[in-house]
């Protein structure tokens, strides 16, 4: 069974950073787009940055030039750092297969708060 571990989150002031995690078991990763999603209070699921096996990466306009996503393969690990953080950026963040048509379960998250 795959499971999605995500971790890193936290409490952080405005423009500063954090690097999130995301570790899976099973062969998920395999020939897959991977991405980070966050999700808001009272908002829908939104995906933020994706990176495919080879290595090409995509952010949502909010986040392009802060953010960026990496993997690796090998750990079965995909990471997302984020710099500049503004109030606006906190959720709980999911990392998953994109698109999320094709996601598997999802994981319990990481918290990221932005708040000075």
């Known amino acids: 069974q795959v499971q999605l571990v995500e971790s890193g989150g936290g409490l952080v002031q405005p423009g500063g950073s954090l690097r999130l995690l995301c570790a899976a078991s099973?062969?998920?990763?395999?020939?897959?787009?991977m991405g980070w999603y966050r999700q808001a209070p009272g908002k829908e699921r939104e995906l933020v940055a994706g990176?495919?096996?080879?290595?090409?990466?995509n952010y949502a306009d909010s986040v392009k030039g802060r953010f960026t996503i990496s993997r690796d393969n090998a750990k079965n690990t995909v990471y997302l750092q984020m710099n500049s953080l503004k109030p606006e950026d906190t959720a709980v963040y999911y990392c998953?297969?994109?698109?999320?048509?094709?996601?598997?379960?999802w994981g319990q998250g990481t918290q990221v708060t932005v708040s000075s």
């Open positions: 998953n297969i994109v698109p999320a048509i094709l996601a598997v379960s």
């Open positions: 099973g062969n998920i990763f395999r020939a897959n787009v």
């Open positions: 990176i495919s096996s080879g290595g090409r990466t």
